[in-house]
């Protein structure tokens, strides 16, 4: 492993962070989930009465785009479509994933952890709480959209459609739960259904098969994809509401930065985030993870926390990446395109 980096701007990075540790103290216990889960990982039992649909920001649907396997430096240097995305909108300056192979990468995105399972991408069905169980309590819809995948909730490799990329069959009670499983875990079909009726859950992850997620082929190819893919998006009514944060895995290298008593060391990764709130933001300076881009979307749903690397203080949500006008105002209803001609700042 290289030389473990320090935070650079970690004075900057808790000043930006300051209004989010104020803004997500209260959803935390909104969630009931005051003083983490059980050991387990797992969460309390729901607070009584219905679940609420609260929002502190504008932002009603965030959308998480994973890509595999490459430093931030190829993307910037192979991937014009997201290096037009990272100068119209906003994105982390030194983002970082947690560790090595994919597997525990996919974890700590959607369950603030890694569970044990660094060094290993095998299949293993995990009695561990995921945002999935924080976005139910609060009575919000989400779904995993595996591209290539056969069927829903389907936990065996058929490629290109991998296990290993697709998190949520790796949560017990997900998996193990069929209807929920296949209501929730499903193809792409199911999601262009979804943008068709203009109807997109409020959390989506998004997971392109080996092909298109560069695993298997290049960084320019999964650019190119994701140009495809995303950019008619950007159009859509819905998008006037919505985040789309596109993200890598992990990088080829094991640099990284230490929180406290926790050590990333994934790799430099390029993560960009989308949306009319983000327009000209430019570069996040505090060094951020997968955690970070975690508790950003807990924040931006009202969710509160899993109680595990989710934290406000040691991995607070990015809130510096965005402008909310104030009351009254309001935001073009479609973002607009990406400029053809675009540096790196």
């Known amino acids: 492993m290289s030389e473990t980096k320090k935070p650079k701007a970690l004075a900057v990075g808790l000043t930006i962070a300051a209004l989010g540790v104020l803004l997500v103290a209260g959803l935390v216990a909104a969630a009931g989930t005051n ?4 050991r387990s990982g797992l969460l309390a ?69 890694v569970f044990g399972r660094s060094g290993t991408d095998a299949y293993a069905v995990l009695p561990n709480a995921s945002i999935a169980d924080l976005l139910e309590l609060r009575g919000l819809s989400w779904g995993e959209f595996a591209q290539s995948m056969p069927h829903p909730c ?7 459609y991998m296990v290993k990329h697709n998190p949520f069959v790796f949560y017990q009670d997900i998996v193990n739960n ?39 082929t290049s960084t320019s190819y999964a650019d190119a994809w994701l140009s495809g893919w995303l950019q008619p998006l950007l159009s859509k009514p819905f998008a006037a509401s919505t985040l789309f944060i596109v993200t890598w895995d992990e990088g080829a290298t094991n640099e990284g930065y230490t929180v406290g008593n926790v050590t990333l060391g ?16 430019g570069a996040y300076a ?18 509160g926390s899993l109680g595990t690397n989710d934290t406000v203080t040691a991995f607070p949500p990015m809130t510096g990446m965005f402008h909310f006008p104030g009351s009254g105002h309001s935001v073009n209803s479609a973002v607009p395109a990406v400029a053809a001609a675009v540096r790196r700042p």
């Open 35 to 38: 003083g983490g889960p059980a």
């Open 45 to 113: 039992a729901p607070p009584a009465g219905p679940p609420t649909k609260w929002f502190p920001t504008p932002i009603r649907h965030v959308v998480t785009v994973v890509l595999e396997n490459e430093e931030g430096a190829s993307v910037w240097n192979q991937g014009p479509y997201e290096v037009a995305l990272a100068n119209s909108y906003a994105y982390a300056a030194e983002g970082y994933a947690v560790t090595h192979p994919s597997e525990p990468n996919y974890l700590a995105l959607t369950g603030g952890s």
């Open 154 to 160: 389907d936990a065996t490799d058929a490629y290109p």
């Open 178 to 216: 069929t209807s929920r499983c296949d209501h929730h875990v499903l193809n792409f079909s199911s999601w262009n259904a979804d943008v068709a009726s203009g109807n997109i859950p409020n959390y989506a992850f998004i997971t392109p098969n080996m092909i298109n997620d560069g695993h298997d």
């Open 266 to 281: 994934g790799g430099n990764i390029f993560t960009v985030f989308v949306s009319p709130y983000t327009l000209h933001r």
């Open 286 to 303: 505090a060094p951020v993870s997968h955690y970070n881009v975690l508790t950003t979307t807990e924040w931006l749903l009202g969710v």
